[in-house]
Structures are given as C-alpha cells and as structure tokens.
C-alpha cells in the first residue's frame, strides 16, 4: 500500500488499516527533502511501537516489526490486524506551504539491514532493576547525547567505543522524538530515554520503560487531525501531557534552558512535574558556557524561591572525536560534562531515584569526594535536625585553574583558589529554612561543576507566586547583576 500524506500543521495524524500479519510489518516514510519531522507508529491497541525520523540523520527511515526481529526504532511484538495511526510531528514553518509525505506499508515481506540496525531475542531489553554492579558509590555517566538515530554522527559501534574510552558507567542516549528500543552495549549501562523536541523547548525523559508509557500520548495527537474531527492541538498540550503521563516513573528534565535557538520559551509554565534542570550542557559550543551561566543562576533563584528541581549535566554530543565546533579547542564527548550519582548498587532504577533526590552532581574535569557531617547526608538531602553542619570536599583531576566556592542561600561563604588534591572545608549552623551548596568555575567564572544542595524548611506553606511573575523577576536580577 503506498499514500500520500499532506502536513499542513504542526500536529497530523494518518491512519492505515491491515489484517493480521502472519509475519511482519513494514513502512516507510520519504519526504522529499530534510523538514524537522518525527512520525510515531501505534498500533490498533494504542501501544507505541515505533518511530522514525525521516528529516535529519542517517538513520534508514523504515520501521521493520515482527515477533522475532525488528529494526531498532520499532518494538518487537506480535502483530494484530486493525486500524494503525502514524502521528506526524512537524517543528517548522509552513513559509513555503505544506509538504508531502510519502507513505508505504507492506506486511509479511523480508527485509535485510545491517546487523546494529536490528535486534532479535537476545538484545530485547532488560529489568530496570538489574544490578550492572552492586557497589555502593559514585557513578560517573552522560544523561544526554545523539547518535545516528537522530542527528548524530556517531553509530552504535563507534558511540560504544567512545563510552569505554571515557570510562563512562551509564548513559542515556536522548534521540529526538525516539527511542532506539534495541541498543546494547556491554560496557555500559543504557537508560531508555528520549528527548522531546518541540518548538516550546527540549525536555529529556530518562527511564523509559516500554512503548505503553508513551501511548497516553496518542489520545492527545489523534486529536490534531484525525479523519472524524478537526479539532485542533498545540504543542502546549503534547508538553504538558508527556509531563502528566510520563513524571511520575521517569526522569524529566528541561534542556539547555537558555541556549538560543533551542531555549525553553514558556515563560507562563511553571514547570510542575519536572524534576531536574540542565545546568551544564556541551559546554565545546560556542555560546553554551553563558547559557550553562545562567541555568546555574536561575536554579539557585528557585531554589531561594521554595522550588526544588535538582541539576544534572549533559554532553549533548553529536559528534565524532575528532570533529570540532568552530573556534571551539575541545571536542564534544559524550560525558563532557558527567554526571556522578550516589547509587547502592547500578541499575536503571536506582540511577532514577538517584537524581530524582540530588544524590549528584555535574562536573568538567574533575570529580569529587564529599563528606556532609561525615557521611550522614548526601547532596540533595533535606536536614531535619538542628544540628552543625560540617562540608567537606576533596577535588581531583583539577588539570587547569579553577576555584571552588561554598553558598549558603546564593551567597558566597568561601572561596578557595583549587589544585590538585585540593581540600575544602566549610561549617555552618544557620537558623530558619535554608540551602547550601558547592560549586566549581574556572578563571573566567563559567560554571564547571555543580553539587546540588542540602537543605531545611520550617514545613511551613509558601504562597507560590505566578512562574511569569519568577520567570521576569529572575531575568531583571540576572540581567542587572551581568550588566555591571
């Protein structure tokens, strides 16, 4: 079956109709040339079961099901007859009118790829409560990056490298709008995420556990433009249900905040249901070190605001080793920078939980001990004592000049030039609800390291002012406080 899909905004959802395969599903999606598209398959149940991106990459742009082998952006399961939905994501503008989508479907026929471009019974997946190791420790992994399966250069083979190279413990690989059901990499472990890439803003969801958890997700779109209804749906709407479907077993967290073209831009949302922030991303790009700046800056103005979202770090990488930004003298690797989480024992579930709580930190370059009261608490932890609070951390690998610093409720404590070894100590024992922190910058005060704050409240209710109220309060202190 072949047919021509017209997209003609934002959001179009298509359907085809099969009898049951005895064997196989196969579709395809053309365009004629690159438009920021993402297409997601559902099946007659309503389960997510497959995507593909047919505008960036190099990834083929075919979906391949049956019960034994499928390409890697489909979910291998047993095929039923019936009514199948294609959701068309469409990012850009429509200046040069609608395009055209060129559809084929074919069920039962053989399909022959490259041996990373499927899986079978041996690479489908895993418990998310698997140990990879039982130690209880640090573990350094890259919570965002791209590979062929979206717009990165990498494939599986060459990204499994770099990982072992970096000595990365976990990653989380965020292809835009999908998932890479199948990756597997011995060496590592890989969280299933995708990132959501929408004009409003970027939103990464860690811990993505199987396609039914993205299904809530067709209700919303089938309303875009189904063949009974013309009823209308906004970017808004998938933004907000991924949030309400998706926050309470996975990770969400906004993206390069601030880094234009790609920033959040809805400043009336007030982003309930998120749980982490970005506060440093591919820092090799040209303009991220300020908006790395000022993630960091707008995380601790909600934090001295009441609001609790906990910061983790991201390469963002797209590229090979040896591929540069311009005038950039760095490559972007995955885990530049790397996210170290407190875990007992690695696995999927426990890296969630991990941040979820704070138990983390980002760092360039080095890594840390930390000892909070003597190993009592963790980063993120909330103190319920009154009590001295004694904070102590040793900085490794520390390869270029630097210096830490210690903030209670935003402001400098101390300040310590760092080398080598470098201890830094700190006690404090403050009355009422505060936060306190430690962070690392470099000589030109770009944020290279951030350890997510302890904290006491009072459990008293805050009355919460409107987020548009925050989101322009922030701006004129940021933007009066970088103008002296």
Not at 70 to 90: D, N, P, Q, R, V
Not at 147 to 166: C, M, P, V
Not at 242 to 267: D, G, I, R, Y
Not at 370 to 394: A, F, H, M, N
Request: hydrophobic share 35%.
């Amino acid at each position: 079956m072949q047919k021509e899909i017209i997209i003609n905004k934002n959001i179009v959802s298509a359907f085809f109709e099969i009898d049951k395969p005895e064997e196989s599903l196969w579709i395809k999606i053309e365009t004629d040339e690159k438009v920021p598209m993402t297409v997601l398959l559902f099946n007659p149940e309503k389960v997510f079961c497959g995507n593909v991106i047919p505008g960036i990459g190099s990834f083929i742009r075919e979906i391949y099901i049956s019960k034994e082998v499928c390409t890697l952006t489909g979910l291998k399961h047993e095929l039923s007859g019936g009514k199948y939905a294609l959701i068309f994501l469409y990012g850009g503008s429509f200046e040069k009118g609608a395009y055209t989508v060129k559809l084929s479907v074919e069920t039962d026929s053989r399909k022959s790829y490259a041996s990373y471009y499927c899986q079978n019974e041996t690479s489908s997946g895993y418990s998310f409560d698997s140990l990879y190791s039982r130690e209880t420790r640090y573990y350094k992994g890259d919570f965002h990056g791209h590979t062929i399966f979206s717009d990165g250069h990498n494939n599986i083979e060459e990204a499994a490298g770099i990982l072992e190279d970096r000595k990365l413990d976990f990653m989380a690989f965020t292809e835009h709008n999908g998932i890479a059901f199948g990756e597997s990499i011995p060496s590592c472990l890989l969280i299933p995420s995708m990132e959501l890439t929408l004009p409003i803003g970027h939103m990464n969801i860690h811990g993505i556990q199987s396609g039914n958890m993205l299904s809530g997700l067709l209700d919303l779109a089938v309303k875009a433009a189904t063949e009974e209804t013309e009823a209308e749906i906004g970017f808004d709407e998938i933004w907000r249900g991924a949030v309400s479907f998706l926050s309470e077993e996975a990770n969400l967290s906004l993206n390069h905040m601030f880094l234009t073209p790609w920033q959040f831009c809805k400043e009336d949302y007030d982003l309930s249901g998120l749980h982490t922030l970005e506060v440093i991303c591919d820092p090799t790009y040209k303009d991220s070190p300020e908006a790395n700046d000022k993630a960091a800056a707008f995380l601790d103005f909600l934090w001295n605001k009441g609001r609790h979202l906990y910061g983790i770090g991201g390469s963002d990488s797209h590229n090979r080793p040896e591929e540069l930004y311009e005038n950039s003298e760095e490559p972007s690797l995955y885990g530049d920078p790397a996210t170290y989480v407190y875990c007992e024992g690695l696995s999927v579930n426990n890296l969630i939980k991990g941040i979820k709580k704070g138990h983390c930190y980002a760092a360039r370059y080095v890594n840390l001990d930390i000892s909070i009261c003597q190993g009592k608490y963790l980063p993120g932890d909330e103190i319920t004592e009154q009590e001295e609070i004694e904070y102590r951390v040793t900085v490794r690998n520390v390869a270029k000049p630097m210096y830490g610093v210690f903030l209670l409720n935003g402001g400098k404590l101390k300040e310590q030039a760092l080398s080598e070894g470098s201890q830094m100590t700190c006690k404090i024992c403050p009355n009422g609800d505060w936060w306190f922190r430690f962070g690392i910058y470099d000589e030109e005060s770009h944020v290279i390291c951030y350890v997510n704050p302890i904290y006491k409240e009072s459990g008293a209710p805050k009355v919460q002012p409107d987020f548009k109220i925050l989101w322009e309060e922030f701006h004129e202190q940021y933007d009066k406080r970088n103008s002296v």
